[in-house]
C-alpha cells in the first residue's frame, strides 16, 4: 500500500520519521532524500517513531515481498502468527508503532497487513484506531485488472478534480453463456467479500489462544457460513438456478470454471483461473512446504462423519468428549475449519481448510508451472468463485449431520406461553403491501490509496451493486398475562417454491431461512403490543458507509472505542434482501418472539453496545455471543415429528406471511460520494 497505513485519510499527507539508519530498506538510501521530498510533499503531519530493537523477522520474510500470502497454507499461516505475536507482544503503543513501521518495509505486504489488522483489532491501545476498508488498501483484490493502467492514466493527464469514475460493467467475468454468471452480481459484490475478509479478521483460525479462543467461535463459523450458503441458495433460486450441489468426490471433474481477471498488484501477476472441468491432485509444492493427498481429505471427513454418528470426538489425549446437544456443534466448527483450537487436529486434520488449499492449487498442484492459488485461497477473494459455495455446502452438510441427531425442539421449547402474534406485515414506501423493492445502484470508490502514482489524488472506481427500497416490519403482539414481558424477536426468510414450483418440504425450506433481524423487546400487557422496526436496524448488517468508507467521525467515549473496528464485520446492508425477480418473487417471512427466559446471556443482548450491529453474524468485542439459543434457532433442528410444513411447525408466538420481492432493471445513480473527495 502506498499509504501509511495507520494514519486516517484526513491526514493523508504524513510521513513516519525513522529514526537513525532505518530508513526504507537500505538498497534506497543513495536516493532517500529525493524520495522523503516526493512523499514528503506538503506534509501535515509527522509522525515521530522510537528507536527500539528491533525483533527478528527472518522466518516472516521468508515469504518473498512480491509473492502471493494465503491463510490456508500452514507455512504461511505460521508466518502470520509469528508477526501477529510480535505486534502483540509490544508493550506499549510506541513500541508497536515502531515495529511496525519496520515491518512495513520488509514483510510481504498482503501478510504485513493481515497481521497488523488482526493486531489492531485485539490490541486493547488500538481499540479506536480504524482499519480502511481492504478495498482501498488493495483494491486488485476486488476490482478488474484492467482498471488500474486507465486510474494511471487518469491520474497522470488530468488535476483531481477533473477526473472522472473509471465505469467497471457489472459483466466484467464472464457471459451468461455460463449459467452460474446470473448469480455473479453476489459473489463478486465488494460489500460480502469485505464482510467476509473482515469475519475471518475478527475470528483467526490461527493465532495466539488468547485471540482464536473467543465464545461459540466455532459454532459461528458454522452458522455464518451456513447463512452464506442459505442466502446463495435462495439467490439462485430467483435467478432459475437449482441449490447449489455440494463438492462430494473429489476426483470428480469441477463443472463450474472461474475466470476471475484480477491482478496482483504486488505479485504482477494474474490470479489464476479455473477451466470448467478440472480436476483437484495430490498437492505437493516444496515451495509451500506443503504436501498432502486427497486421500488425506478422504480420511478426515470419515473420521468426522464417524464421530457425528458416535455422538463424541477423540481429544489429543484420547479421551471421549461428548458432542452435546449445545456444546456439539462448537467443537465440530473447530475441529472441521480446522482452528488451532481443534479438540484433535491429528486426527481429524485439516478438513475445511485443505479443501481451499486443494481448489485454489487445482491448476498447478506441484509448482511446476510456478504458479500460486486461486481466489478460493484467499479469504478477501473466496467468495467470487462459484466452488466456494459448493466446498461450503459440503462443510455445512456436516454441521447438519450432527443437527439431525439432536433432540428436536418440542411445542414447549418453540411456545412462548401467553404470546401470541397476531399480525405480521412488509411496508416500503412506494410499494404495495408486503412487498419488497430491489434495483441496481451505482457507487463510486477510491483507488488511490493501494496504487503508487504521481500526481497523486483520488481516483475513482463506479460500480453497479444490488440494492433495495428501506422498509419496514410491523408485528402486532398479544400478551395475555398480568405482567410486561420480554421477548427475542425473530425474522427470517425463505423462497416458498422450490426449483420445480412446487412448495417446499419444510425440512428443505428450514435450511433456506435466511435471517434477517433480530432484537429484544418488552411487551405490555395488553391485546395488542405494535412493534414497528426498520429494515436498515438488522441484527446482521452494517450501513454502507461502514463497509465501504474510512469513517471520519471519531468515536467520542470509551465505551464507543472498545468495539468501535468490530464495525466493520457486517453483511453490507445492500445485500440484505435477495434479488428478488421482475414477475415478483414469492418468498414466505417468519416472525417469532422468544422465550426471553430461554435467549437472556448475561451482560450482553443482540445489538446493544455501540458497533454491535451486526451481532448474529459477528458477535460483540469482548462479550459473550448475545443470544443464548443454538444458533440459528429455531430452524437449527429438524422438525418434530409430525410436521411436514411450515403451516404446522407453527406455535401460537409465530407468524408466517407471504412477501414478494420485485425487481426493477432500473440503475440508480451513485449516492452522494463520501467526504474524503
Ligand atoms: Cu470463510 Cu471457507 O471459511 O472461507
Redesign the pocket.
Known sequence: PSEPFFVPKGDRKAVFDVPNNDFLVERFRPVADELGTRFGEDTQVRVPVRNISFPDLSFVMELGRRDNFSLFIPRHREMGSRLIDIFMGMRTFDDFLAVSVYARDRVNPYLFVYALSVAILHRPDTKGLQLPPLTEIFPEKYVDGGLFERAREESSILSEGARVPIEIPLDYTATDLEEEHRVAYFREDLGINLH?WHW?LVYPFSANRTIVEKDRRGELFYYM?QQIVARYNFERLCNRLGRVKRLLNFRDPIEEGYFPKLDTLVASRNWASRHSGAKLSDISREVDQLRFDLQDLDRWRDRIIEAIHLGRVINNRGENVDLTETGGIDILGNMVEASIISINQNLYGDF?NFG?VAIALAHDPDHRHLETFSVMGD?AT?MRDPVFYRW?ATIDDLFQMHKRTLPRYTPAQLDYQGIRISNIEITTTGAGKNELRTFWQQNDIDLSRGMDFAPRGSVFARFTQLAHAPFQYKITVENSGNERRMGTVRIFMAPKFDERGLPMLFRDQRLLFIELDKFQVTLNNSRSNTITRDSSKSSITIPFERTFRDLEARPTNQGELAAFNYCGCGWPEHMLVPKGSQEGFIAQLFVMVSNIADDRVDGSAPGQGTCSESSSFCGIRDKRYPDKRSMGFPFDRMPRTGVETLQQFLTPNMAVTDVRIVFNNRVQAPRAVSNTI
Open positions: 467476509h475471518h457460513h475445511h481451499h479469504p473466496a461450503h
